[in-house]
């Protein structure tokens, strides 16, 4: 989603990621059934889209940080940081230590204590910073802060 993009761009000026390689749009677990198709490069495409994804990666040597990107964090982001490590692991095998991080923008009600509980760190981004608003564009200009690629 365009929004998440711009949550993300701007979790990237914070400083407050894990330096290393990140990867997008992992695709994690089986699929789902796709019923009938004979073809098997066309069954093959068809379960290929119903995979999970994850949303970003960061690999800092054999330790992965799991990112889940959103607007408004609730339930469903945290089911996702709690099943995304363990897709991830049964997909790929087992690596280093697999963490969960959440990028937004908004917390729901009862949900900071739920993230509280299972120890799943934020990276809360103001929504004035986002290019939906009209300052934003005025604090980029203004501002010394650049994107650099991050190096492992």
């Not at 990237?12 to 330096?19: I, V």
């Not at 800092?60 to 897709?87: F, H, M, N, R």
């Not at 087992?94 to 509280?116: F, H, R, S, Y």
Request: glycine residues 6%; neutral net charge; charged residues 15%.
């Amino acid at each position: 989603m365009p929004e998440d993009c711009a949550i993300w761009r701007a979790a990237l000026l914070t400083g407050k990621l894990p330096p290393g390689q990140i990867y997008y749009d992992v695709a994690v677990g089986q699929g789902r059934p796709v019923g009938h198709i004979t073809a098997q490069k066309y069954a093959k495409a068809c379960n290929q889209l119903t995979l999970r994804r994850i949303d970003a990666i960061i690999k800092v040597g054999a330790d992965l940080t799991v990112v889940e990107i959103t607007k408004s964090a609730g339930l469903t982001a945290v089911g996702q940081l709690i099943t995304y490590p363990i897709l991830y692991a049964s997909t790929f095998g087992m690596v280093g230590q697999i963490k969960p991080l959440l990028v937004t923008t908004e917390i729901q009600p009862d949900i900071e204590t739920v993230l509280a509980a299972l120890r799943i760190p934020v990276i809360l981004i103001p929504a004035a910073v986002l290019p939906e608003h009209a300052q934003n564009a005025q604090q980029a200009r203004d501002s010394n802060i650049s994107i650099n690629p991050m190096q492992p």
